[in-house]
Nanobody, 124 residues
Framework: QVQLVESGGGLVQAGGSLRLSCAVSGRTSATYAIGWFRQAPGKEREFVATINWRGDRTAAAASLKGRFTISRDNAKNTVHLQMNSLKPEDTAVYYC?????????????????WGQGTQVTVSS
């Protein structure tokens, strides 16, 4: 079994920064990619970013490039999402998810394990 726990969410003013973390426990000996997704009230879940097992391949939503950066620390089984220049439209619940394998994918169906989410609220 795999568990993912997000942390680092909160309330921030527009223009500010937050660093989200996703701690992975359980079946961590397998290779896996970690993705971040978000869902705002009344909207569909949206892909944010993903990183592969080695940390040498990443992908991010085009609209977020330049502001959001994903990284991972395999020694600590943790993936981070650095979010800069936050905007009110970034307000959402942010989820991390795990996809077994060595590649990266934006498809949420490929992610078999999900965290509970962390709320990010950006005030104007």
């Amino acid at each position: 079994q795999v568990q993912l726990v997000e942390s680092g969410g909160g309330l921030v003013q527009a223009g500010g920064s937050l660093r989200l973390s996703c701690a992975v426990s359980g079946r961590t000996s397998a290779t896996y990619a970690i993705g971040w997704f978000r869902q705002a009230p009344g909207k569909e879940r949206e892909f944010v970013a993903t990183i592969n097992w080695r940390g040498d391949r990443t992908a991010a939503a085009a609209s977020l490039k330049g502001r959001f950066t994903i990284s991972r620390d395999n020694a600590k089984n943790t993936v981070h999402l650095q979010m800069n220049s936050l905007k009110p439209e970034d307000t959402a619940v942010y989820y991390c998810a795990l996809a077994l394998g060595t590649g990266v994918t934006r498809d949420p169906v490929a992610y078999g394990y999900w965290g509970q989410g962390t709320q990010v609220t950006v005030s104007s």
